[in-house]
């Protein structure tokens, strides 16, 4: 049974406040509350006019919204294939990160000795990117390998979507869920020996904001229902805005209407993923910080025989590359068919490569097992 520390992480910001039930160890729930603290006054201002300020501010929004409409056009591969030197460039970019697949002799190699713990995204990495965000169906054939995968290590699913609807998707109970980009964390529930009350682990950092996501949710799905093609998910703990579907001279459009909510919320922040924008509280957390939890739920927090894995698509999951490369523990892989700035150390192509490395490595294990039996 997995129990969850009561202590602050280290990682957590300043200010946090944590607060959990130390009678009881398997049934914990931790919720952070952050203290919003107001910065100093200045100790003098400058005289402006009221003109002037209007104008300032004008020009400024201009150029958020300008660049956020590059950022998000950038965001679509279709904008990688028309580039002339792709091959030169993607051969480049293999040397650096290598399929996960060719080099898995190798990966093996360096785990070995070691508890090997699995971290997977979702969209992109265990279903393929839909137009429809609320159709991103794993394969029958994906559900099956992920189960034998949690039989063998630990697995978790760590991703921007809403823990609940991701656990609908995937519909394993032996696995730990971290939704909303790692804000929202269950672990598998427990029978007590009573057999009458399921036990489960639960943290929640970031359970202040609920109202305020809940109201610029709503106001988000009414600001954009004039753009074609836009659809607002709510995640619970942080929001997704798709343009996946919106036509790209409407893309200017959007990103003022987001921004236009947005400008009266200064605890929240606007990062970006694969054709979305995600709206999150202003907290140090992230998918990263959520694989550091884990691990140190798992009793694997100062050892040096883990070997954490992270397969993942999107930007969001660079916060957890990023992680295993300065820890020197593990490493992650990057799905993608294009070349993409990474801090992740192998690649695979898309979700049916993902399901082949994920078979290999349930086959490698149970034949390790069966060989130890033997001996």
């Not at 944590?18 to 003098?44: C, E, H, R, W, Y």
């Not at 798992?298 to 820890?327: H, M, Q, S, W």
Request: glycine share 4%; hydrophobic share 35%.
């Amino acid at each position: 049974m997995v129990s969850f520390f009561e202590e602050r992480p280290k990682n957590m910001a300043a200010g946090q406040n944590v607060i959990s039930d130390a009678k009881s160890v398997l049934n914990m729930s931790i919720t952070v509350t952050v203290s919003a603290q107001k910065p100093p006054a200045p100790p003098g201002y400058i005289s402006i006019s009221r003109k002037k300020l209007l104008q300032n501010l004008e020009i400024n929004a201009g150029a958020r919204v300008n660049a956020w409409v590059d950022s998000m056009r950038a965001s679509s591969p279709t904008h990688i294939k028309s580039t002339p030197s792709l091959s030169d460039d993607h051969g480049s970019w293999n040397l650096h990160h290598p399929s996960a697949l060719e080099m898995f002799e190798q990966i093996i190699d360096a785990s070995k000795g070691k508890q090997i713990v699995m971290f997977l995204d979702y969209d992109g990495t265990l279903s393929p990117i839909v137009e429809d965000p609320d159709r991103a169906f794993m394969s029958k054939k994906m559900r099956k390998t992920v189960r034998k995968l949690a039989k063998c290590f630990p697995t978790a699913i760590v991703s921007g979507r809403c823990r609940d609807k991701v656990y609908k998707f995937v519909k394993l109970a032996e696995l730990y869920y971290a939704g909303s980009h790692g804000m929202d964390i269950k672990g598998p529930e427990r029978r007590s020996k009573s057999n009458k009350d399921s036990e489960s682990v639960l943290f929640q950092p970031a359970s202040e904001f609920l109202p305020m996501i809940d109201e610029v949710y709503k106001k988000l799905a009414e600001t954009t229902k004039s753009t074609p093609g836009a659809k607002v998910e709510n995640n619970k703990f942080c929001l997704s805005v798709h343009f996946r579907c919106v036509d790209e001279k409407k893309l200017s459009e959007l990103a003022q209407q987001v921004m236009s909510v947005l400008k009266e919320y200064p605890k929240l922040r606007l990062t970006q993923g694969r054709k979305v924008l995600e709206i999150r509280p202003t907290i140090k957390w992230d998918k990263g910080k959520a694989l550091e939890f884990l691990l140190e739920s798992l009793g694997f927090a100062n050892c040096t025989d883990v070997f954490p894995v992270y397969i993942g698509d999107d930007r969001t999951d660079e916060d957890a590359f990023k992680i295993l490369r300065d820890r020197g523990q593990g490493f992650g892989i990057l799905v993608s068919k294009f070349p993409k700035d990474t801090s992740a150390s192998y690649s695979l192509q898309e979700p049916d490569e993902v399901m082949d490395f994920l078979r290999r490595l349930v086959e490698w294990k149970q034949l390790s097992v069966r060989a130890q039996s033997r001996m």
